[in-house]
């Protein structure tokens, strides 16, 4: 039922898409902004929206007449746009000005930080290649990965530094677009073959 190799690649995939080392300074700024990030409150609404979207995702889709490879598509470019934006240093996904600051550890933390449009599209189009389980897994080793950045944005403020927040922003930027190029190729192959 578990496959490590599966779960390592979930688990590698989502951690690109989540970004948290990339999110550090933004997280950063709004700590100083609003005082105090609450780590467990948001890290248990993000995991929600990813678990509820892993379970009923599809039939939320089926609802609007969507197969998963025509989402597993817009995904895909979803992905590779969140790569360019990290690759370029770029903003193509802006947080809204207007989320009050006294419910900062969910919004914009929780979501869309971690939990986002790109996390819960690559969620779903995830279970094109992997299982429920496996997926379910990854999850759950990200959020504990979220969880303890979140703890200590002090400590890698100052040992990474703005140099080496930007590199692991670009590295995992590459590994996104890659990701994408791959989903977007099996997405097809699957839609021909149904088609034929």
């Given at each position: 039922?578990?496959?490590?190799?599966?779960?390592?690649?979930?688990?590698?995939?989502?951690?690109?898409?989540?970004?948290?080392?990339?999110s550090?300074?933004?997280?950063?700024?709004?700590?100083?902004?609003?005082?105090?990030?609450?780590?467990?409150?948001?890290?248990?609404?993000?995991?929600?929206?990813?678990?509820?979207?892993?379970?009923?995702?599809?039939?939320?889709?089926?609802?609007?007449?969507?197969?998963?490879?025509?989402?597993?598509?817009?995904?895909?470019?979803?992905?590779?746009?969140?790569?360019?934006?990290?690759?370029?240093?770029?903003?193509?996904?802006?947080?809204?000005?207007?989320?009050?600051?006294?419910?900062?550890?969910?919004?914009?933390?929780?979501f869309?930080?971690?939990?986002?449009?790109?996390?819960?599209?690559?969620?779903?189009?995830?279970?094109?290649?992997?299982?429920?389980a496996?997926?379910?897994v990854?999850?759950?080793?990200?959020?504990?990965?979220?969880?303890a950045?979140?703890?200590?944005?002090n400590?890698l403020?100052?040992?990474?530094?703005?140099?080496?927040?930007?590199?692991l922003?670009?590295?995992?930027?590459i590994?996104?677009?890659?990701?994408?190029?791959?989903?977007?190729?099996?997405?097809?192959?699957?839609?021909?073959?149904?088609?034929?």
């Amino acid at each position: 039922m578990f496959d490590l190799k599966q779960i390592f690649s979930v688990t590698l995939i989502l951690f690109s898409v989540i970004d948290i080392l990339g999110s550090v300074p933004i997280i950063i700024n709004l700590r100083k902004k609003v005082g105090h990030i609450q780590s467990g409150k948001a890290t248990l609404a993000a995991g929600f929206l990813m678990l509820l979207f892993l379970f009923v995702g599809k039939s939320i889709l089926s609802l609007f007449g969507i197969g998963v490879e025509d989402f597993a598509i817009a995904g895909a470019l979803i992905i590779f746009a969140l790569g360019v934006e990290m690759i370029l240093g770029i903003e193509l996904f802006k947080p809204d000005p207007e989320a009050s600051t006294t419910s900062a550890s969910i919004v914009p933390i929780a979501f869309p930080l971690i939990a986002g449009a790109g996390t819960l599209t690559t969620i779903l189009t995830l279970k094109a290649e992997f299982t429920q389980a496996n997926i379910g897994v990854g999850i759950i080793i990200n959020l504990a990965i979220v969880y303890a950045v979140l703890k200590s944005t002090n400590w890698l403020e100052r040992k990474l530094g703005k140099t080496g927040l930007d590199v692991l922003r670009r590295i995992f930027g590459i590994i996104l677009l890659s990701i994408a190029v791959k989903i977007f190729k099996t997405a097809l192959m699957s839609g021909e073959m149904v088609a034929v």
